[in-house]
Structure formats: C-alpha cells, structure tokens
C-alpha cells in the first residue's frame, strides 16, 4: 500500500526569491520517508508546506517539528507547553518515562525546568519528549539528530516505529547517513525542485544516484 504525499508549492518572495514546487508522490505506508538535499534545498520549506498544505481546513493531520525550535516550544516549560496543546490531564508518570528514555537523569525535574535555562541538546530533547507524548499520527521531524547522543537517537528511531505500528506516517528531514540507510523512501530536493524519488535500497544501489550530491553525511550518528 502506499500514502500520498501531496503537490506543494511554497515561494519566498523578495531578493533572491527561492520557490519550492514538487510534484504529488506515493511513498510506502512501511518504515518512514526520508528527505534529503543541500543546505537551501527547500527540505525546511517542503515540512512547512505541508504541514500547512496536507492539512484540510480545520484538522490538524501533520505536525511539523521545526529545526528551529523557537517556533515550537512557545511556553515556560513542559507541563505548560503541553497543557497548551492538549485539552486533557497531563499523565506525569508516562511524560517521566519519556523523559528518562531521552536521556534526562532527573525525570522529576524537568517536568517544570524553564525552557530558557536548556542548553540547544536539551531543548532539542524535550521538544521531541513533547512530540512522542501526543504521538499523532503524521508527523514532520527536521534534523532531530541535531545535538542527540547515540543511545538516544536509537531511541528516536525506536519511537518513530513505534509510530507506524499505529498507522503513522512520519517525514525525517536528515543530512544523516544513518537516518537516510534506515528510511524506506527518499525524496531528493534540489533548488527547490524535487531530483530523484524512489525505494531507498532502489536508490542506493544505483550506480548513477550519488548521495553526496544531496548534501549526505557519513560520520557517526551522534555529534
């Protein structure tokens, strides 16, 4: 079977105007699709677009973890970022849990550290703690390696299958080799235009498809 990603179209108007504009793809409903391209290749704008376009009017479907995450964590701490979002009590004990997977030695803790005082790994980690406790069903992840340890990326990848034993579809936007190897489907962007589209293995046993083109890193997955 497979999902349809829909045609998104973005422009960014002004000096050295930049356009996104790729075409309607079906990509697996196994694994998770991975997108990759240079830096200013429209990865960014193509999980703005559509979290915005691949929504219908009134319903939320996708939600978009930023690589900037001042655009998401907006609230003073965990327990107030996720009272905003959701309209329902808050289970501590499961949002601990969530919090020791990640690598936070002081579950307690965290539950109302302020946002301000975290360092950008740690803001990166509680961002994703939030994503995983609303666990919604289609979900946009841009560079969430950025500043996460080895042992808690595993947990990253682990959490995203968990997402598709529940029908989830999940989008990580990646300049990482072993997020890339680990993907089903590859969505290669160039100047905001899409270059390849296929089966991940497909593509990486061509002899003609080359990856660094596409701005892929090949060091170990934690930085």
């Given at each position: 079977?497979?999902?349809?990603?829909?045609?998104?179209?973005?422009?960014?108007?002004?000096?050295?105007?930049?356009?996104?504009?790729?075409?309607?793809?079906?990509?697996?409903?196994?694994?998770?699709?991975?997108?990759?391209?240079?830096n200013?290749?429209?990865?960014?704008?193509?999980g703005?677009?559509?979290?915005?376009?691949?929504?219908?009017?009134?319903?939320?479907?996708?939600?978009?973890?930023?690589?900037?995450?001042?655009?998401?964590?907006?609230?003073?701490?965990?327990?107030?970022?996720?009272?905003?979002?959701?309209?329902?009590?808050?289970?501590?004990?499961?949002?601990?849990?969530?919090?020791?997977?990640?690598?936070?030695?002081?579950?307690?803790?965290?539950?109302?550290?302020?946002?301000?005082?975290?360092?950008?790994?740690?803001?990166?980690?509680?961002?994703?703690?939030?994503?995983?406790?609303?666990?919604?069903?289609?979900?946009?992840?841009?560079?969430?390696e950025?500043?996460?340890?080895?042992?808690?990326?595993?947990?990253?990848?682990?959490?995203?299958?968990?997402?598709?034993?529940?029908?989830?579809?999940?989008?990580?936007?990646?300049?990482?080799?072993?997020?890339?190897?680990?993907?089903?489907?590859?969505?290669?962007?160039?100047?905001?235009?899409?270059?390849?589209?296929?089966?991940?293995q497909?593509?990486?046993?061509?002899?003609?498809?080359?990856?660094?083109?596409?701005?892929?890193?090949f060091?170990a997955?934690?930085?």
């Amino acid at each position: 079977m497979s999902h349809v990603i829909p045609a998104l179209k973005m422009s960014y108007p002004g000096e050295g105007t930049f356009t996104l504009d790729t075409p309607e793809m079906l990509v697996s409903d196994m694994g998770y699709t991975c997108i990759i391209g240079k830096n200013g290749s429209g990865k960014s704008s193509f999980g703005e677009a559509l979290s915005i376009q691949g929504n219908p009017a009134g319903v939320k479907k996708w939600h978009y973890l930023p690589q900037y995450l001042e655009r998401f964590l907006f609230a003073e701490n965990l327990v107030d970022q996720l009272n905003n979002l959701l309209s329902q009590e808050i289970d501590r004990s499961r949002l601990k849990d969530l919090l020791q997977e990640l690598g936070f030695s002081d579950p307690e803790g965290m539950l109302e550290f302020p946002f301000l005082l975290l360092s950008g790994g740690e803001r990166r980690r509680i961002a994703l703690v939030c994503v995983f406790y609303i666990k919604p069903k289609f979900l946009i992840l841009d560079e969430p390696e950025i500043g996460v340890t080895t042992k808690e990326n595993m947990v990253l990848l682990s959490k995203i299958n968990n997402l598709q034993a529940i029908n989830g579809r999940v989008i990580v936007i990646s300049h990482n080799y072993e997020f890339v190897k680990a993907s089903t489907d590859l969505i290669c962007l160039r100047n905001g235009r899409l270059g390849r589209f296929g089966s991940t293995q497909e593509l990486l046993s061509d002899s003609g498809f080359n990856i660094k083109e596409y701005g892929v890193r090949f060091e170990a997955i934690n930085r």
